[in-house]
């Protein structure tokens, strides 16, 4: 398979020749395979994601390669996509360690095809929701229990249920995302870059919309503790890391 970087498909002249080393550069030494496509995004005030890395999967039907497994019909592409402001924040002239640092975070995400495993939990949860609601159906069909009963029940299961299972999923991605900061200091071996861009971020105002549905998702992550740890977090356990390699 080629092993090419594809930047910004659409806008070619606005390629920056840096942030194409700096991305050649971690794919190598992350040892991606295939194509690596990386998409600068205009504004999009409703996504609160400075960067995104991922693979995304798209299904190719080409019953002429008569393959045998499902990956012969799915294609996944290693996608990076950056917001056109967030290289303001971190320049990659100006600041390329510590956009450096922040892509080999992403770059860890794609190596590890961290989005399909979070999309394979979340199936499962569906699919577990989906196994209560059969079974309360049927205890309610059956009669077995007065109705008001079999309501009650089934209410403080669910409930139950999206606790147990929110709290899980969430502590799972934060420990993912954990795993995403070791590996972009070991790679970069620059854990004070990676440390100053936490710093950037944390003292850059966002301009993510305020809007009801924005704070009903920031208060839903809240509650389960968020997809991140806290930046302050973060910087210790990266100093942490700093102490390890000293000792
Ligand atoms: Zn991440």
């Known amino acids: 398979m080629e092993n090419r970087v594809t930047i910004n498909l659409l806008n070619r002249e606005e390629l920056d020749p840096k942030l194409y080393d700096i991305v050649c550069e971690l794919r190598d030494k992350f040892k991606i395979k295939g194509w ?14 400075d960067f995104c ?8 039907i080409d019953f002429g390669s008569r393959g045998k497994r499902i990956r012969d019909y799915v294609k996944c ?23 450096k640092v922040i892509i080999a975070h992403e770059c860890s995400h794609i190596l590890n095809k961290d989005q399909l495993v979070w999309g394979a ?8 929701f989906i196994c209560l609601v059969s079974l309360f159906y049927l205890i ?41 900061d070791r590996d972009a200091v070991t790679i970069t071996q620059n854990v004070d870059a990676f440390i100053r861009a936490l710093k950037i971020y944390r003292d850059e105002p966002t301009n ?7 704070r009903a998702k920031r208060r839903w992550y809240g509650f389960f503790g968020g997809t991140h740890n ?18």
């Open 208 to 214: 993510v919309k305020n809007t009801l549905w924005m």
């Open 140 to 180: 309610a069909s059956l009669n077995a229990f007065p109705l008001p009963i079999t309501l009650l029940v089934a209410i403080v299961v669910f409930i139950k249920y999206i606790l147990i299972a929110g709290k899980r999923y969430y502590r799972f991605r934060r420990e993912t995302e954990t795993r995403c």
């Open 121 to 128: 939990a979340s199936f499962l949860i569906f699919i577990g």
């Open 77 to 99: 592409e290693n996608e990076l996509i950056i917001k056109r402001r967030d290289l303001e924040k971190l320049n990659p002239n100006k600041q390329p360690d510590e956009l």
């Open 36 to 49: 690596l496509y990386v998409k600068i995004k205009d504004e999009d005030r409703t996504c609160p994601s």
């Open 53 to 60: 890395g991922g693979v995304i999967p798209s299904p190719s």
């Open 230 to 247: 806290p930046i302050s977090e973060r910087i210790k356990y990266a100093e942490s890391l700093m102490q390890k390699k000293e000792n």
